[in-house]
């Protein structure tokens, strides 16, 4: 199946649907199979101590599931997560934008699969990882 929805139309589909969030998150890149998502890191982010919070790292991993579902899919802002898993391996380095590289692992009629790794932009390993499983709308 291509995709229905490039990096720009991801964009400009945040902007739209999500304008309380759409500031944070940018696609920088997707394919039939994977997307890469950047997070603008600001204070609002952290948490004391002057590292990326867990939520807002979850927020990434879940977004970008999203995102990589409705590139397939098309604009279906109802398209909703059914379960996540996160594993935190590693601080997060202070103050640095945060990278989520998504690979869709299965596409069905009703689910959407990912696999998400986290990085601090320009570091390895990766801080995090998580599973989500998406709902898709009903035709």
Do not use: W
Not at 21 to 30: I, L, N, Q, R, S
Not at 51 to 73: E, H, K, Q
Not at 83 to 95: E, G, T, W, Y
Not at 130 to 138: E, F, G, K, N
Request: charged share 20%; hydrophobic share 45%; net charge negative.
């Amino acid at each position: 199946m291509p995709l229905k929805m490039d990096a720009a139309a991801l964009n400009a589909f945040l902007d739209q649907a999500f304008e309380q969030v759409a500031d944070d998150f940018v696609v920088e890149d997707v394919a039939t199979d994977r997307l890469t998502v950047r997070l603008e890191v600001s204070d609002k982010h952290l948490r004391p101590g002057g590292t990326v919070s867990g939520p807002t790292m979850f927020a990434l991993a879940d977004v970008g599931a999203y995102l990589m579902t409705l590139a397939r899919i098309g604009p279906q802002a109802l398209a909703v997560t059914t379960n996540c898993a996160i594993d935190f391996m590693h601080k997060p380095a202070a103050r640095t934008d945060l990278l989520g590289e998504v690979r869709l692992l299965k596409l069905g009629k009703q689910l959407s699969v990912c696999d998400v790794l986290i990085y601090s932009k320009g570091q390895e390993p990766p801080v995090a990882r998580a599973s989500l499983t998406y709902a898709i709308p009903p035709q």
